[in-house]
């Protein structure tokens, strides 16, 4: 195993494990998944949501990166962007794509991820219309981290996308985490489809 595919399976244990310790947190202080109303005014409910992504970790795949003087850098020209559409797709090691791999690989920005699922790509946060989450609604967005379908309804949301611990916020948190999503500068990127494994149908490929 080289360098690179090692970085890349530790960064994707810590991702999860910093997801995992924050949305216990949460779900221990709030007692409920939660269907209570907002109390907090736009503004708050904005900077709550910012706090939320920040702490739990969107920025590491949602977020294309730059070398920097302390190394990797989030490049925040492309905040929560996705994957660059303008990337080639990285060729990935054949045992991270088998059934029967324990591996899992990432590109530069951390924003491709190839294991047993297929190829999967950080998706475009951003409220474009047409590339990102501008023509979803609050509904959709809480569904989607619910159940794991995109837009609560569709395809499965592949690794590594935790779904399943962000799905443990409250009502309130989701709602401020949209309303973030939702304020942010929208940037036009296509991310690409994922790419299943061989030999898997490509019919119900599933966004990450």
């Given at each position: 195993?080289?360098?690179a595919?090692?970085?890349?399976?530790?960064?994707?244990?810590?991702?999860?494990?910093?997801?995992?310790?924050?949305?216990?947190?949460?779900?221990?202080?709030?007692?409920?998944?939660?269907?209570?109303?907002?109390?907090?005014?736009?503004?708050?409910?904005?900077?709550?949501?910012?706090?939320l992504?920040?702490?739990g970790?969107?920025?590491?795949?949602?977020?294309?990166?730059?070398?920097g003087?302390?190394?990797?850098?989030?490049?925040?020209?492309?905040?929560?962007?996705?994957?660059?559409?303008s990337?080639?797709?990285?060729?990935?090691?054949?045992?991270?794509?088998?059934?029967?791999?324990?591996?899992?690989?990432?590109?530069?920005?951390?924003?491709?991820?190839?294991?047993?699922?297929?190829?999967?790509?950080?998706?475009?946060?951003?409220?474009?219309?047409?590339?990102?989450?501008?023509?979803?609604?609050?509904?959709?967005?809480?569904?989607?981290?619910?159940?794991?379908?995109?837009?609560?309804?569709?395809?499965?949301?592949?690794?590594?996308?935790?779904?399943?611990?962000?799905?443990?916020?409250?009502?309130?948190?989701?709602?401020?985490?949209?309303?973030?999503?939702?304020?942010?500068?929208?940037?036009?990127?296509?991310?690409?489809?994922?790419?299943?494994?061989?030999?898997?149908?490509?019919?119900?490929?599933?966004?990450?």
């Amino acid at each position: 195993m080289n360098r690179a595919m090692k970085i890349g399976i530790v960064l994707l244990g810590l991702t999860l494990c910093s997801f995992l310790a924050f949305c216990t947190q949460q779900a221990d202080q709030a007692g409920t998944s939660g269907t209570a109303s907002s109390t907090l005014t736009q503004e708050q409910m904005v900077a709550r949501g910012k706090y939320l992504t920040s702490i739990g970790s969107c920025n590491d795949c949602h977020t294309p990166k730059v070398m920097g003087q302390h190394g990797l850098e989030l490049d925040t020209t492309r905040t929560l962007s996705g994957h660059p559409e303008s990337d080639p797709i990285p060729e990935f090691p054949a045992t991270c794509l088998s059934p029967t791999g324990w591996m899992a690989s990432t590109n530069f920005h951390l924003s491709a991820w190839a294991g047993p699922w297929g190829i999967s790509f950080a998706a475009n946060l951003t409220p474009d219309q047409t590339t990102g989450s501008g023509a979803w609604t609050e509904g959709s967005f809480i569904g989607a981290m619910r159940t794991g379908k995109h837009l609560g309804m569709g395809r499965e949301i592949l690794p590594p996308m935790p779904w399943q611990f962000i799905g443990q916020m409250t009502d309130e948190d989701l709602k401020s985490v949209f309303a973030y999503l939702q304020s942010l500068p929208p940037i036009m990127n296509q991310v690409p489809q994922p790419i299943p494994p061989p030999g898997a149908p490509t019919s119900d490929a599933s966004a990450h």
